[in-house]
């Protein structure tokens, strides 16, 4: 199955937007992994080079990315990537264990690697001009995603840390690359 793995950085902050709807935030780059063609990233103006990997996926896999990335991605999209086939690692996680985990918190204790910076650290660097940092902050985090994805798959569990300890979450894991059946989502012409 064709799997891309993907995340965005923000140009700006909720805070400058006055509210919490991610589509009301700007797109300054998109990350992704794409399991037929490796890593790839696309500034805001380069978004339509992205539509054919995203349609031709059979699912999209993110952290967070049911709450933020897909709302966001959306609102460039001229489809409906709702239609297509995705898996939120973090929601799989609250759904096992009952409340949320960080992605730095799920790769430290499965991987033994951490995040780069943050976010917040992220929209600096772009505000700067830092346009590499961004870039290179956005594929580290896919690259965590892909490969916290890649263990639960493998081991249907991942691990994380708190107050010093490793603990596991199991992970039903058995739908995540079952074959759907791929939408029609009206935007490529094919």
């Not at 805070?15 to 990233?41: C, N, Q």
């Not at 096992?96 to 943050?118: E, H, N, P, Q, Y």
């Not at 870039?135 to 691990?159: G, H, P, Q, S």
């Not at 107050?163 to 690359?177: F, I, Y």
Request: proline share 3%; aromatic share 10%.
């Amino acid at each position: 199955m064709r799997t891309v793995v993907f995340d965005i950085e923000t140009a700006n902050w909720f805070t400058e937007v006055g509210g919490s709807d991610p589509a009301d935030l700007t797109i300054a780059l998109v990350g992704v992994h794409d399991s037929e063609t490796g890593y790839s990233s696309y500034l805001e103006p380069e978004l339509p080079k992205l539509w054919k990997i995203l349609e031709n996926t059979d699912v999209l896999v993110g952290w967070n990315s049911s709450h933020f990335d897909v709302p966001l991605l959306n609102k460039y999209y001229p489809g409906d990537l709702t239609k297509i086939k995705s898996l939120d690692l973090m929601m799989e996680i609250h759904g096992s264990l009952g409340r949320r985990l960080r992605l730095d918190v799920v790769a430290d204790g499965t991987l033994g690697a951490k995040k780069i910076g943050s976010g917040g650290q992220s929209t600096k660097w772009w505000r700067d001009g830092e346009v590499e940092k961004v870039r290179e902050y956005c594929l580290k985090d896919v690259e965590l995603t892909k490969k916290i994805f890649d263990y639960a798959v493998a081991n249907k569990k991942v691990k994380y840390k708190e107050l010093g300890k490793v603990r596991e979450v199991a992970l039903n894991t058995q739908h995540w690359l079952a074959q759907a059946a791929k939408p029609m989502t009206f935007t490529m012409g094919f």
